[in-house]
């Protein structure tokens, strides 16, 4: 069960030694949304206590999918002012826990690194893991005093006159960061420009079909579902006719700990765009990847690009650099 240290500075929640459950987060959240509510800045600090595995804790699964909703609403409904009060989220693991997963300078940057995009994308303020709560507070005392962050969420174009869009669901900002990585390699490519547009800011998917061309990205959650942002939009697709698009997905997942729902949410995604007369391109080998079954598996082709960039992080950019090469030749589209 989650517990709470409150005082005028300092939100600080600890995890406990059993999987959280969704009334953890519930509570979490509305003390953090109850502070928002005030005008005081203050610091989050999330403490993570080694786990205690005794067989009626279960695997924490049977929560999973509330506590991804739960995030995500807050995400929505709060970066704004969670970006102007908070200005940091710091992470607190202990000893047992930096030994096991983060044993050397590589892993332990690899962490950070995912720490600061997590908090960044949800909050639009800068994250960071530390040792000791007091190092965690000393940080977040120094980040009190520094102007709020550029958050990535762009504005969306109403019309477009681009040909290309590029739209992406992402919950803790790993799709965004690969969005992010499609845009560079676009451009290196000497492309049109193209901006990465979060589907969360979409109320209307009728946008889409300014595009003839459409790159389309979402990760897999709850085994073997669509991203939160794309299931809440995904059934105005059964009323858009996607004929003559080309449309290429993306998608993110985790090969070892959802080995038998591997980025299902490209098959998902991509069935359905079919099954609406879109055509899609930038199928991808599934050479070079362990899992067993995956939706988006047509043969032995996925239906677009596969990222894991939990196991295979050092892969991540080259897989997207020679992907964009290949829709960019499949789109037939040239340089500006
Ligand atoms: C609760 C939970 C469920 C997940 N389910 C799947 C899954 O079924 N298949 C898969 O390939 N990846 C799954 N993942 C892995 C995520 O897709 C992966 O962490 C991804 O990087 C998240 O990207 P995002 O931050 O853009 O949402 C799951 C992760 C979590 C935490």
Redesign the pocket.
């Known amino acids: 069960m989650f517990r709470f240290e409150e005082d005028t500075q300092f939100l600080v929640v600890y995890t406990g030694s059993r999987h959280a459950t969704s009334d953890d987060y519930r509570d979490f959240i509305a003390r953090w949304s109850a502070r928002l509510a005030q005008t005081e800045h203050f610091g989050v600090i999330m403490v993570s206590e080694p786990h205690l595995h005794t067989e009626e804790d279960g695997d924490g699964r049977e929560h999973?999918a509330e506590i991804?909703r739960l995030i995500n609403d807050f995400r929505r409904d709060y970066r704004e002012q969670t970006t102007r009060l908070n200005l940091g989220f710091g992470r607190v693991y202990a000893a047992e826990i930096i030994e096991n997963y983060f044993p050397d300078v590589t892993t332990w940057e690899q962490a950070q690194a995912g720490l600061d995009r997590y908090a960044r994308y949800n909050w639009a303020i800068p994250g960071r893991g530390f040792a000791h709560l007091l190092e965690a507070k000393a940080w977040l005392r120094e980040q009190i005093s520094q102007t709020p962050v550029a958050t990535t969420t762009e504005t969306i174009p109403l019309k477009s006159s681009q040909r290309v869009g590029l739209f992406y669901g992402?919950?803790?900002?790993?799709?965004?960061m690969v969005a992010y990585q499609i845009r560079d390699a676009w451009a290196v490519l000497g492309m049109e420009p193209i901006t990465p547009i979060n589907i969360g800011e979409v109320k209307d998917l009728a946008v889409l079909l300014n595009y003839d061309c459409l790159i389309l990205g979402t990760?897999?959650?709850?085994?073997?579902q669509l991203?939160d942002d794309w299931e809440i939009v995904f059934t105005q697709i059964d009323s858009l006719d996607f004929s003559g698009k080309q449309i290429a997905l993306f998608g993110?997942?985790?090969?070892y700990?959802?080995p038998d729902?591997?980025?299902?949410a490209v098959g998902i995604l991509g069935e359905k765009l079919v099954e609406r007369g879109g055509g899609l391109i930038g199928f991808w080998d599934s050479d070079g990847y362990e899992f067993s079954e995956s939706a988006a598996l047509v043969e032995d082709r996925f239906m677009g690009l596969a990222i894991d960039?939990?196991r295979q992080p050092e892969r991540t950019k080259a897989r997207t650099q020679q992907w964009v090469a290949q829709i960019v030749q499949e789109f037939a589209l040239q340089p500006a």
Not at 219 to 224: D, K, L, M, R, V
């Open positions: 999973e991804t992402s919950s803790t900002g790993v799709t965004e990760s897999t959650w709850n085994i073997g991203q993110i997942g985790d090969q700990a959802y729902n591997f980025i299902d960039d939990s």
